[in-house]
């Protein structure tokens, strides 16, 4: 049943960031195409804490154009969590291209992964076209004894219903990114996300913030249909069963 008695008009009015856990989001500071200074970071986690969200997960691109490696990035992570002393817990993980170096960090299991139990790891690809080898990239990471996590599924333009039915049933875990789901990333993206979430595809949510900007203006609109918004709440819900414990 829809939780509220009155029109909702926004996400900050749904109560969707009270107590959420943000999955995805690129907030440690000077590593990648995210935020850049530690200034900008600790200002985006403070608006964090105002908006209620209790806990998020730094997830910097390790890809071919930003080769990050870990110890640099859990140097950087140290940096900003002894600089942050508000009630937001951080945690560090990672979004991985599936491209040539991801195929060798997987030789050595060399990744950051998410949750409490350290085996979802979350990836990505290209919007426009997949890696040739895909599946075999994906199968060799459940071998590996991962789940893989795809960032933002709704936002590939070459992947269809059965694709996503496909990769899901073989054990390929769906990260949506809100915005999508208020059409931020024009209206294919945000038809696919009321799709997968219709449907039950969508494991976590997160907001993929790059900018404090960005969490601003998501804040201040909301999906066309009440039932979209009703699915990124019980997803966010029950994407806590993944989450670490207060910080």
Known sequence: MWPFKRKVNT??????TNGLVDWHSHILPGVDDGLRTLEDSLEVL?????????EVWLTPHIMEDYPNTTADLLLRFEELNLAWNGKVKLNLAS????????????????????????N??????SYFSPPINMEDLL???????????????ERYRYMSETDYRRLHERGVKFQLDYLSAVGSYGETARRKSEWLLKEGLIDLIGS???????????????????ATLESLLNVARSGNIYTTSSK
């Not at 996400?11 to 969707?16: C, F, H, K, P, R």
């Not at 979802?120 to 690809?125: A, F, G, I, W």
């Not at 060799?140 to 960032?151: K, S, T």
């Not at 993929?208 to 009440?226: E, G, Y």
Request: hydrophobic share 35%; aromatic share 8%.
């Open 11 to 16: 996400l900050e009015e749904s109560g969707l």
């Open 95 to 118: 979004e991985n291209m599936l491209d040539t170096l991801f195929e060798e960090r997987l030789e050595t299991r060399d990744f950051l992964t998410l949750g409490k139990e350290g």
């Open 46 to 54: 403070r608006h964090y804490e105002q908006s209620g969200i209790k």
């Open 139 to 153: 199968d060799n990471v459940l071998h590996a004894g991962y789940y893989p996590m795809l960032a933002h599924p």
């Open 208 to 226: 993929d913030i790059h900018r404090l900007d960005t969490f601003k203006n998501m804040m201040t609109v909301a999906p066309k249909k009440s």
């Open 120 to 125: 979802l790891l979350l990836v990505e690809t």
